[in-house]
């Protein structure tokens, strides 16, 4: 995906065209329920019972941020994640 929106990015520059890449860390979502039983319960319920993790305003909050900056400035990558995440 990073490879693929560097050049994305790279194409449509010189039109004022601005393409980032968001990536976020650990979010309250219904993502960990597709997994099997025995995984959620080893290893993901244990992991967001104990970590303050992001909600989706907070990735709503940096997708805003960066189609919100002024047409001279672009960001190419951000990374959002809880604090506590390694």
Do not use: C
């Amino acid at each position: 995906m990073h490879a693929f929106t560097e050049s994305l990015r790279q194409e449509v520059t010189q039109r004022h065209v601005r393409v980032g890449v968001l990536e976020p860390g650990a979010v309250e979502s219904e993502l960990g329920t597709h997994n099997k039983p025995e995984v959620r319960s080893e290893l993901i319920d244990p992991y967001f019972e104990a970590t303050d993790v992001l909600a989706a305003e907070d990735i709503a909050d940096g997708v805003a941020y960066m189609a919100t900056r002024p047409r001279h400035a672009a960001i190419g990558e951000l990374w959002i994640m809880p604090t506590e995440q390694a």
